[in-house]
């Protein structure tokens, strides 16, 4: 895909996610007193203490942290982030202006529904390079100046909103929150990696040769030999990866365990992959 076509991509998958965050929030998560973690939490948290505009709140709260991603990230960040943001600040004002009826009444209907909303808009926006939270950006500053990783900077920044949440909305409003950020951060992860349940497997064996052919035979998959080093007697070894998918495992084991029953193999997550050898008999 050319770069202008791929810019262009980018720019309408920000706008589209940042639009059905807008849905999220004005649809679910607002009429149900509900929010989520990070800034999107407190700009909520602020517009039912003081009715100020959501939309802007978001933008507001977000300048300094795309300020810093700029510095940091670079201008495509910017550009999208800044993209992102506007988009929802419209998009929620207009839903809000319309005051359409909210489509559940139900919290717990509005917290699983629009955790998925909003964890699916802010993924696209995510996904293309962009961002709707400064919370992580805010993570990736504090982790430079203090040991901890950006995960952890974010859970305890989340853990004040939602103590808040539960002096504003009440304990059990403040539950329901919790769990939204849970249902969005898990569709978030899922938007960001991608569908894609495929597993890399790392395979030690004397037999490697064999395990080879019957892998690439049998599977059709390409396989990559490593060279390493046994860290105990110092021998060279052989190290074979291949990448396959779920459904694809226990023929893997089982053609493993047909040529060699002392093979030592590692199954890890791998959340994208790409390119000819993963799906045809090329080395990786």
Not at 30 to 49: E, F, K, Q, V, Y
Not at 210 to 218: G, N
Not at 243 to 272: C, P, S, W
Request: hydrophobic content about 50%.
């Amino acid at each position: 895909m050319p770069a202008s076509q791929q810019l262009s991509f980018r720019i309408f998958t920000v706008i589209a996610g940042a639009i059905l965050a807008a849905i999220a929030i004005e649809w679910f998560l607002l009429p149900n007193s509900i929010i989520d973690g990070g800034i999107i939490g407190i700009s909520l948290i602020l517009n039912a203490i003081t009715s100020f505009n959501f939309g802007i709140l978001v933008l507001l709260l977000n300048v300094p942290f795309l300020y810093f991603g700029f510095l940091y990230l670079g201008k495509r960040f910017l550009i999208y982030s800044l993209t992102g943001n506007i988009v929802l600040a419209v998009s929620e004002a207009l839903l809000h202006h319309w005051d359409l009826e909210p489509l559940t009444t139900t919290p717990l209907l509005a917290t699983i529904f629009g955790g998925l909303l909003l964890g699916l808009g802010v993924g696209l926006v995510i996904r293309s390079g962009g961002a709707l939270d400064g919370t992580e950006v805010l993570g990736l500053l504090l982790t430079r100046k203090i040991p901890f990783t950006v995960g952890e900077c974010v859970l305890v920044f989340n853990v004040a909103v939602f103590a808040w949440a539960a002096f504003v909305y009440g304990f059990e409003n403040a539950m329901y929150s919790i769990l939204t950020y849970y249902v969005a951060a898990k569709t978030i992860d899922a938007v960001v990696e991608g569908p894609d349940q495929t597993k890399a497997v790392m395979i030690v064996s004397d037999h490697y040769e064999q395990l080879t052919e019957a892998i690439t035979a049998k599977l059709g998959k390409g396989v990559t030999r490593l060279k390493g080093q046994g860290g105990y007697q110092g021998k060279e070894k052989d190290i074979l990866y291949v990448v396959v998918g779920r459904l694809e495992i226990m023929q893997l084991k089982n053609t493993i365990y047909e040529h060699d029953r002392n093979a030592f193999f590692t199954i890890i997550d791998a959340h994208e992959s790409r390119g000819a050898a993963f799906k045809g008999k090329e080395d990786h």
